[in-house]
């Protein structure tokens, strides 16, 4: 059982930054795919980026896109999401997901099969 485990969560003011990290136990498979999603309150779960772990592609949703960036450190099976130039909007649980294989149409899709326990970020306006 792959076990993810967030960091870096906290509280900034509008235009700052924070950098969230994301540990795996193990790999779910020799071609996995990793990812953010973010949870306001009353809101659904929705995406933020994800990364194919022997690829390297990345994706984003549009309104992070240019202010977020992930990336990998592969000996320690660890996800980074940094996030600059944060918004109020941007306040969220986030959440880190891995799965195994991910066709395109399922990468931004909130059902990966792994998932963390969330960590807060809450922007200051």
């Known amino acids: 059982q792959v076990q993810l485990v967030e960091s870096g969560g906290g509280l900034v003011q509008a235009g700052g930054s924070l950098r969230l990290s994301c540990a795996a136990s193990e790999r779910p498979s020799t071609n996995f795919v990793m990812g953010w999603f973010r949870q306001a309150p009353g809101k659904e779960r929705e995406f933020v980026a994800a990364?194919?772990?022997?690829?390297?592609?990345?994706y984003y949703r549009d309104s992070v896109q240019g202010r977020f960036a992930v990336s990998r450190e592969n000996a320690k099976i660890t996800l980074h999401l940094q996030m600059n130039d944060l918004k109020p909007e941007d306040t969220a649980t986030y959440y880190c997901?891995?799965?195994?294989?991910?066709?395109?149409?399922?990468?931004?899709?909130?059902?990966?099969?792994?998932w963390g326990q969330g960590t807060q970020v809450t922007v200051s306006s």
């Open positions: 997901a891995a799965d195994t294989r991910r066709i395109l149409s399922t990468i931004r899709s909130p059902t990966y099969g792994y």
């Open positions: 990364l194919r772990w022997n690829g390297g592609q990345q």
